[in-house]
């Protein structure tokens, strides 16, 4: 059943996704605040409780600039000085995770009759935003960004675990 209509659901999913976006930050992981806002908006958008958003035209374009441009700025002449360097590590890491992703992709499609777009894209070796963006391309935004969310959170409980082990080993 809902409740609420037009425009004041955005504004209340904005709320809902801002405070805990903002909450998470407490939490000290890379990238809480887009987990802490898509968890929280995510989950009231589901509950049913509240229509899902309706952007104004041009919104959603002006946000993936902005989502864009905050990655890019991340790209420094340093680091473009240490891809001399890092070159074949990349290409092969690159290589490697794109191929593992699309093998795992078709296999959980398969195996466990998950559409073939949410789980290539699911199983694919981006981050949050920028695969959630693609996957709104075709319409499957909200199941992909459950998966990475899942998948970052997960590997940012267990991986430091594994390097501490790793280098104690070492």
Known sequence: MTFLTGNLNLVILA???TTGGLLSLKTGIPAAPLAG?????????????????????????????CIGTVIGTSLTRKALLELRDLWQP??????????????????CSRLLGIDPIISLLGAAPGGISGMSLVATEFGVGAAVAALHAIRLITVLIILPIIVKVVLNKI
């Open 15 to 17: 709320i809902v996704g």
């Open 90 to 107: 990349a290409l092969l890491i690159t290589l490697t995770l794109v191929t593992t992703g699309v093998i795992i992709g078709i296999w």
């Open 37 to 65: 806002s898509l968890m929280t908006a995510g989950l009231l958008s589901m509950s049913g409780y509240i229509q899902p958003a309706q952007w104004p035209t041009g919104t959603r374009t002006i946000l993936e600039i």
